[in-house]
């Protein structure tokens, strides 16, 4: 089973290797990519599978010195190469689980105010400074695409920004005494998480007739004016009826770059979610209504715990979690992934 598995990544890595070099295959945009993301793909699974090669080899070596006469320290050289072999094979299948296509891809992550009034709306940025802090810690690269109050569009630039950033999508709740209480009574707000992998030209073709382009001027809190040019920009997909606005750029160029990101991604993941309706990683389901009981996460204040509602997992870090330190959520949420997705190939083996 194990001999046949490595025998196919070694194969398909072989053809990899030559199909990214293959002048044919770089002069062919879509597929070049298309070839480079499974190249990066399979590459951890064809170095296992080469160590495991290197553990077979030395087992049977040790077994070969064993049959000409006992030798505790050969024999010990085979039980390290065995157990090594039982390793691999685990890690191996692991590997092999098949991931999702955007793992490696650039993230753009919505954040919004949801239950609990003007608290909703400060949580709303607590939220989005905790991923942005996340996301610095790990080397991605974090550009705002716009901020007013309580909301929040940024991208996270980096190779494998959406295999992390994925777990953080839906409502994430709050429990805590606000600034602006005076009886010192908890309340509970919610702020909503939505993470879309960013769509590259190639993902998604925007023809120009369906967009309704509309400039305006931007504006402050209470309607005050803060551009006297009209730089904000909304663009309306009109087949689908997304509507995006930008206005966090003085220029209408940048504005309207931003937006055209944004509704290619929230494109893209409604093709997804069309393509693959059982799948629960859509914006609606992330999303949810941002009700106070539809929750991923809750932090609770008084307590100073993070409890994630998906794997059962409760810490008692919550300054440092609020600081952007998820590894071990986001290490407990990948585990489980793979875990449910090995479950599910097998059931279906």
């Known amino acids: ?28 945009r879509q597929r070049y990519a298309e070839v480079g993301r499974e190249y990066r793909r399979l590459q951890p699974a064809a170095e296992l599978a080469a160590q495991w ?15 000409e006469g006992e030798d505790p320290e050969v024999r010990e050289m085979l039980a390290t190469a065995e157990a090594r072999i039982e390793e691999l094979e685990e890690e191996i299948r692991l590997a092999m689980v098949e991931r999702d296509p955007n793992d490696d891809k650039n993230v753009i ?25 996340y996301a610095e810690r790990l080397g ?26 994925k777990f953080e999508g839906g409502t994430h ?16 707000s919610t ?79 409604q093709a997804l979610a069309e393509q693959q309706a059982e799948l629960s990683a859509d914006r609606r389901s992330q999303v949810g209504t941002g009700e106070r009981a539809e929750k991923i996460r809750t932090y609770n204040y008084g307590e100073r715990r993070v409890t994630d509602h998906r794997i059962k997992l409760t810490q008692h870090n919550l300054e ?3 600081e952007g330190e998820l590894d071990d959520f986001t290490a ?5 992934e793979k875990r449910r997705a090995l479950e599910t190939q097998a059931a279906s083996g």
């Not at 992550?109 to 942005?132: N, P, S």
């Open 191 to 269: 702020a909503t998480v939505a993470v879309l992998p960013e769509a590259e030209d190639v993902d998604v073709q925007v023809d120009p007739n369906d967009l309704q382009i509309d400039v305006y001027r931007s504006s402050g809190p209470g309607g005050q004016s803060v551009n006297t040019t009209d730089s904000a920009v909304r663009i309306t997909h009109k087949p689908s009826g997304i509507v995006v606005s930008m206005q966090d750029e003085k220029s209408q160029l940048q504005n309207r770059e931003k937006a055209m990101r944004v509704l290619r991604a929230r494109l893209y993941e």
């Open 1 to 28: 089973m194990i001999e046949s598995l490595v025998e196919q990544i070694e194969a398909r890595f072989a053809e990899l290797e030559r199909q990214v070099v293959d002048p044919e295959v770089i002069g062919d």
């Open 53 to 67: 090669r290197r553990a077979v080899d030395d087992a049977a070596g040790a077994r070969e010195l064993l049959e």
């Open 109 to 133: 992550v919505e954040v919004r105010a949801g239950a609990g009034g003007e608290e909703a709306g400060l949580w709303a940025g607590d939220v989005t400074r905790m991923l942005q802090r």
């Open 320 to 322: 440092q979690v609020l």
């Open 332 to 336: 407990a949420l990948q585990a489980d």
């Open 173 to 188: 709740r709050v429990q805590r005494v606000p600034v602006t209480e005076s009886q010192g009574r908890i309340h509970t």
């Open 140 to 165: 991605f690269k974090v550009e705002t695409l716009d901020a007013r109050d309580g909301e929040y569009t940024f991208e996270i630039k980096g190779d494998g920004a959406y295999s992390v950033f």
